[in-house]
């Protein structure tokens, strides 16, 4: 063979430089964007936490303001200086609880189900129309509940019993709104387990239930645990569900079928109204934001200390 002549063999090196260098500028600008997308997010973070706190601040340097009395006290009324955080707090834990009562169990079944027995044409249908009611908006969902889920519970646990307004009813139809959630990260977490785990069941004899429960549920633990968690915050950080059906007016009862406010709920009814900047009324809700963000930002917390535990074990 002969060798390819002088001119060609000195362009062949500058070509391979040129396609380098055209490929180091166009992954550096691909990092940068990257880059700033990320410290884009942190920042706006920082921003909201900055807004809250500073705007928190100006309710801490009231003098009939404590945080020991807040935390103690079951009457929330900042105009009088009662600032008991229990009333709204309570309807919150009340709804969530609701809500999860529903979507857990649901959830999980229905993610067992499409991982573990549905056929893959069956699992194309169903995971796109679970994933559709989370699209919904979810002022649709509040006048659902108080439309047809109050009316419900009414027809089977009487009319004086169960209130117009009332925190059982917002509770279910949060369950709907947040069982797609669950179900479909669950589902995720389940299709990722080895399948060589449930060869290895059903050689030793186990049956398909056996081997879902005993076997792949364990195994993917944390995923389907960090899928609860990311349920909770949504339900606590729940609106306009709560805003329509719950009820308007802190109230500290344990009674589902009674109207209470939570702090979402109140948040939107007190920044809906006529307020003067600076007043105790409209520096409360500052600080009711902060402690959801402070609430919803631990359970984020425990999710990932949670999933990185059980990782570790089932790697």
Not at 16 to 42: D, K, P, Q, W
Not at 113 to 122: G, L, N, P, T
Request: charged share 15%; hydrophobic share 50%.
């Amino acid at each position: 063979m002969t060798a390819p002549p002088a001119s060609l063999d000195g362009q062949f090196p500058s070509r391979t430089v040129n396609l380098r260098g055209r490929r180091r500028v166009s992954e550096t600008v691909i990092l940068a964007f990257l880059f700033l997308c990320g410290f884009f997010s942190i920042l706006v973070t920082v921003g909201i936490v900055y807004e809250l706190g500073k705007e928190s601040l100006l309710l801490c340097r009231l003098p009939e303001f404590s945080v020991f009395k807040s935390l103690t006290s079951t009457r929330w009324q900042p105009h009088t200086g009662n600032f008991g955080i229990w009333p709204l707090a309570n309807a919150t834990l009340m709804t969530t609880a609701t809500a999860m009562l529903l979507a857990i169990p649901l959830g999980l079944a229905s993610a067992i189900y499409m991982s573990e027995y549905a056929s893959a044409r069956a699992r194309s249908v169903l995971k796109p129309i679970l994933e559709v009611l989370a699209g919904i908006p979810t002022i649709v969902y509040g006048y659902f509940a108080l439309t047809f889920m109050t009316p419900l519970l009414r027809s089977i646990f009487g009319r004086d019993v169960v209130g117009i307004y009332n925190t059982g009813s917002a509770g279910l139809v949060m369950g709907i709104l947040i069982l797609p959630l669950i179900a479909s990260m669950s589902e995720d977490a389940l299709a990722a387990v080895p399948r060589s785990l449930r060869e290895a069941a059903f050689a030793m004899g186990a049956t398909r239930l056996e081997v879902a429960l005993q076997v792949v549920v364990p195994a993917a633990l944390s995923g389907i645990a960090a899928a609860i968690i990311i349920g909770v915050s949504r339900a606590i950080g729940e609106t306009m569900i709560v805003a329509v059906a719950a009820g308007a007016g802190p109230n500290f009862t344990f009674n589902p079928f009674e109207g209470a406010e939570t702090i979402t709920g109140h948040i939107v009814r007190i920044s809906g109204g006529d307020l003067s900047y600076d007043s105790v009324d409209y520096n409360s809700i500052f600080g009711l934001a902060l402690l959801l963000f402070l609430v919803t930002l631990g359970l984020n917390l425990v999710s990932q200390r949670f999933v990185r535990r059980f990782r570790e074990v089932y790697e």
